[in-house]
Nanobody, 115 residues
């Protein structure tokens, strides 16, 4: 079985930075897609960024140029570096891993951007 554990969330002022981590255990394969969604109060969950292997990445338009997704295959860990944070980035961030038609989710980590 696959387990995902996120960390790195917290409270940050607008313009600040945070780095989220998602450590995977179990049957994690480097060629499979991993990424991050977020869900703000009263809104649907939305895709933030995803990475396939170490070379193919996609980002939501709202975070392009501010967020960077990366992956350490040796540690089965995916990261989300978030810079120039805005209040509208406030949400619970969830990492995910896709394998053979199954999507695994982490428990989520809260990111709050506020002065």
């Amino acid at each position: 079985q696959v387990q995902l554990v996120e960390s790195g969330g917290g409270l940050v002022q607008p313009g600040g930075s945070l780095r989220l981590s998602c450590a995977g255990s179990g049957s994690i394969f480097n060629s499979h897609r991993m990424g991050w969604y977020r869900q703000a109060p009263g809104k649907e969950r939305e895709l933030v960024a995803q990475i396939i292997s170490n070379s193919v990445t996609n980002y939501a338009d709202s975070v392009k140029g501010r967020f960077t997704i990366s992956r350490d295959n040796a540690k089965n860990t995916v990261y989300l570096q978030m810079n120039s944070l805005k209040p509208e980035d406030t949400a619970v961030y969830y990492c995910y891993y896709d394998a053979w038609g199954t999507r695994y989710w982490g428990q989520g980590t809260q990111v709050t951007v506020s002065s």
